[in-house]
């Protein structure tokens, strides 16, 4: 059984037990966390698919870490002029181990 669901604007193929990166999700370690935006489920025989969103599903998981990724710099220039600034970003990363992929109806 696999679902398609949506978090922080992005798509994720997902199955049960699978770890998860997913854009910052509130929550501390430990808790529990329910993914409402299921596009799509599979299991085995049949595939239901929403539009855009199934009604009945829902993905649980629980928050295993939360970690900053990989640092990014902007630079910003202006020529002749000697404007030039430097900004940088960190990525705030949630990781979750999907627990079930539910379907009701």
């Known amino acids: 059984m696999y679902a398609v669901v949506k978090s ?10 699978d770890l998860l990166r997913v854009e910052k999700i509130p929550g501390n370690v430990g ?8 596009l799509m489920v599979s299991d085995g025989d049949q595939v239901h698919v929403g539009t855009p ?3 009945n599903a ?6 295993v870490q939360t970690v900053k990724g990989k640092k990014i710099l902007i630079y910003k220039m ?3 002029k000697n ?3 430097t900004k940088g970003h960190r990525q ?3 990781y979750i181990r999907v627990k079930e992929i539910g379907l009701a109806g």
């Open 58 to 63: 829902v993905v649980t998981g629980e928050i």
């Open 31 to 38: 808790d529990e966390v329910t993914l409402k935006d299921v």
């Open 92 to 94: 705030t990363y949630t």
């Open 78 to 80: 202006k020529r002749r």
């Open 8 to 17: 922080g604007g992005k798509e994720y193929k997902i199955s049960k037990g």
């Open 83 to 85: 404007y030039r600034r």
């Open 53 to 55: 969103l199934l009604p």
